[in-house]
């Protein structure tokens, strides 16, 4: 049995007790496996910073993003990157990216952004790509290959169709539940792309991809979709290793699609219950079998968090860390092939729901 | 003798009974609180309660013979100092405020870090807290309870031991024991909301309990239930007192985790505010519990300023004001980066501070109140 990161800690707790650092990223070489592949980064997402008026933001999201970054701060050994992964914004505005990136800026270490549709459809991503760069990229990490997409792209017609303003627009875009919205899309441009840049990449090495929305259909009423998932997901399948990890849910999900690994990343700004999807008809939808527990009200940070994230010989281990909760980690069962949550998978061992009156 | 004596007496007796019956379980409380818990192996005797008040006040297991247990937790005090932070043996201090003593039966850890999980193994640890008694170890304490004809006598009365046989678990179990009949409950709020008596409290507190369940949503933490009320939820919170204290970057936090590793919890949190300012996190490594503090009850908390872990607050109005500012002295000030999310702005007007602060002052049981 592969010993988890988890069951590491709890066994050698004493013994790392007398060496360890103060957070408990310890990164764990193993077997005789090389060590220099196995590497952490961490991923902050969704804080969407909102102006209310003049200089003035909602307390509560700019309040998410600082703990996390702070949190962050405080990781040892350092995470060799970080993640932003959409949704900066709540409306687009630059105030607004300016304020978020300005929190940022205190995170120790390099950064690359994932853009959302909040960030996105007041301008369509001018002045993101002026403050933060291109909106779809890839780079290569200790032999990882990391794919970038703009996955929150739309049908042009409904884009570009007559809007009173560009703000109209992003409203229309913000509103999560809204019947006159539009599915999320990479597009074909974006596709072309992906094939040139898998192209150059040797089948063996590791993918992961970061996303804004599910590179897989969970919920359409929700926008928890990308229209041409399974367009990008072929590309993706020639690929022994595969790992797409998005935002935008605000919760903790994971899936296997044949040879690709599915995990969501926490927002720092509040939770999304899960869709009451297709409860009349049996579905082959990715099934939440672990819902997160109840959010405390009183708490504003219960069931948000952020995450850092362990590389081992290209699989992906979750580790989120969550304010006013239990920490949850979604290891890489190499047993089984899929993600699985390290402690609270089996039935009597998960978190009972809270019960508020 | 006053009525505090009456109080004990009363549980003393309840307490027999369920020694008698071998229950040693819990025992009723008074008019507000719930069943006092009991640990099994450590029923409560009448005995072990006289043993326990001689151990609680007696000067001689410091190192000048001029502190004990009852210096930072004095009757007169409401079982507090009154100081911001305490003192010990040659005036040295620590860092953090002492909590009263009554009522601490109720708590299910002990210490604001709550770092001791039971009364029994708190009370061991300031007798060799070097800014507290400043004993080396225990044996001095020892060397005294065996061969003192009273104490040797009290021992063979409560625990039917002698001479070598007396060891710290008795003497811990002693003070326990005598620190678990200091109830007190039976306050006007307790009249009020338990007992039905609508002229107990004032209309100004009467308004400053439905801000307190309402507006100002310290029930929250400070828990008032349908029969009972601890005031406290036994957690720990961020709630952004002395904020500029702690670690502001990852070399920082590691040094004040090497001196807790170094010293031990207790001696490195008592030694240094930085080190103080970990709060829980030095205790369990969770980030959540960076700067997290247990909930203090707030009975009898009129008799106790300064308040908070570090004293910094002189009164209860400044309290209600730190709160009202979400977390912070002044408005202007920053808030701390990993302050509880349940720590906002409340948003109070002056009066309802006021009636807030009248609602805590309701709070006094009437054994305590100031003459």
Known sequence: MELNRRAFLKTTGAALMATALPMSLVRVAFGSQ?????????YISDAHIQLIKGTKFVRNWDMGLIRSVQEANLLTPRPDFFMFGGDLAQLGMKEEL??????MSKLRGKVHYVIGEHDYYLDLGAYWQSKIGPLWYSFDHKGVHFVVLNSILTYDRWTYKKWESPMDRMLAMARLDNPEGSPFMVGEQQLGWLRKDLAKVNKGTPVVVFSHSPIQKIYQGWNFWTEDAEKVQALLKPFKKVTVIYGHVHQIQYNQIGNISFQAVMATAWPWPYPQSYTQVTSRLPKLTVPMNRADPF?????????????????????YQLPDNKNRSVVFNTKTGYPQDAKYQAADSRIPPQAHF | MNRTSHCIKAILMAGAVTAALGLGVAFAGPLGLPPVPVPADNPITPEKVKLGDKLFHDQRFSTTAEVSCSTCHDKDKGFTDQLPVSEGINKLKGTRNAPTVINAAYLETQFWDGREPTLESQSAQPFVNPVEMG???????????????????????????SGGQITMVEVEKALATFQRTLIAGNSPFDRYYFGGDKKAMSPAAVRGLELFIGQGRCVSCHVIEQTQALFTDNRFHMIGVAAHQMPKDLDELSA???????KGTDIAVLSDAKTSSLGRYAVTRDLTDIGAFKTSTLRNIDLTAPYMHDGSLKTLKEVVQFYNNGGRVKESDPLPDLLSGGIRPLDLTEEQEAD????????????????
């Open chain 2, 256 to 262: 004040a985790v090497e001196e807790v590793k170094r």
């Open chain 2, 356 to 371: 807030l602060v009248e609602f805590m002052k309701a709070l006094t049981s009437p054994e305590f109140l100031r003459k």
């Open chain 1, 34 to 42: 090389s060590p220099s592949q196995n590497f952490t980064f961490g």
């Open chain 1, 299 to 319: 708490f504003e940070r219960d069931a948000t968090g952020w995450q850092f994230i362990d590389v081992r010989k290209g699989n992906v281990d979750m580790h």
């Open chain 1, 98 to 103: 300016d304020h978020g990136l300005e929190i």
């Open chain 2, 135 to 161: 004993l080396k170890d225990h044996d001095p304490i020892l060397k005294i309870v065996r061969t003192d004809p009273e104490y040797q006598a009290l021992f063979k009365n409560a625990f039917g031991k």
